[in-house]
């Protein structure tokens, strides 16, 4: 298996790359790193805790984009990222007995719901809205259980997190995908010293490809940060629906049995 990685680490590297540039924007880069790490030749757990590392620099990489701009104030929002680094870290370590096949069932229907929300909810841009929840209470209860959720499973954690910031925190969209990049490096730390405790994480992989996220996810920041709405949006509705598909298309699937495939 170590020779066949080492003869695609160049393709693993642009597969992070490709997944760091749109995770930067809309989120959703685990739905190209995953399979492309499973196809390598990599077992599923050491998938999921290389997948760790490099997402952390895509993360990383972006949220420092944004707040170089002005985007996320780090000091500000560090409590914020400690609960996320706390629900990631709980998250990974009770991967084992997560209810997978009830988050197989109950993903691709909450992806659907995102994507029409994007799509079709009117004035959704980069001007603020009215916050229906206090950052306390965001902080508090949305932001552990999203980056427990990350920890345990991970692709779509940015969907959700954008979902909460524009819903319930009344961001805009410019401003929700700096706040979820911060909170996606969050919650991908946590799982990673619980990962790193397992001893499951391939490091010459993660790190090569942590090298391709890191300089796709700030071409992608650039690109959001210059477009705003107009490319985070339609983006964030493609990344929802393409993933809903992809987990409905998984043989092992129970919703292809309902559904007649």
């Known amino acids: 298996m170590q020779d066949i990685t080492l003869h695609l680490l160049p393709l693993l590297f642009a597969a992070a790359f490709f997944a760091g540039f749109v995770d930067s924007i809309a989120g959703g880069g685990g ?4 399979p492309a790490m499973l196809i390598a030749g990599i077992p599923p757990l050491q998938t999921l805790g290389t997948n760790k590392v490099q997402s ?3 993360a990383g990489s972006a949220t420092l984009a944004y707040a170089r701009k002005g985007h996320v104030q780090l000091r500000e929002q560090l409590p914020m990222a400690l609960m996320a680094v706390g629900g990631g870290a709980l998250g990974a370590a009770l ?3 997560m209810p997978s096949q009830v988050l197989g069932i109950v993903m691709p229907f909450l992806l659907i719901a995102i994507a029409l929300y994007f799509a079709f909810k009117p004035n959704l841009g980069d001007v603020e809205k009215h916050r229906r929840m206090s950052a306390l209470a965001f902080g508090l209860t949305l932001v552990p259980l999203i980056g427990f959720y990350d920890g345990a499973f991970g692709p779509g954690t ?6 909460g910031f524009v819903s319930l925190a009344g961001f805009g969209l410019l401003k929700a995908t700096a706040h979820t990049k911060l909170l996606n490096f969050g919650s991908n730390l946590g799982a990673l010293i619980v990962f790193m405790s397992y001893g499951v ?4 992989v993660g790190l090569t490809m942590g090298v391709g996220q890191f300089l796709g996810a700030q ?6 940060m210059r477009n705003g709405a107009k490319i985070i949006k339609p983006l964030l509705v493609v990344v929802c629906i393409a993933f809903a598909i992809k987990l409905i298309a998984d043989p092992s699937n129970p919703v292809r049995v309902w559904l007649g495939f």
Not at 31 to 34: A, D, E, H, Q
Not at 158 to 163: A, E, K, N, R, V
Not at 201 to 204: A, D, E, S, V
Not at 219 to 224: D, F, K, T
């Open 56 to 58: 952390i620099f895509g």
């Open 158 to 163: 940015g969907s959700f997190l954008m979902l």
């Open 219 to 224: 071409a992608g920041s650039r690109l959001a």
């Open 201 to 204: 994480i391939l490091w010459k």
């Open 31 to 34: 739905l190209i790193t995953v």
């Open 95 to 97: 991967a084992t007995i």
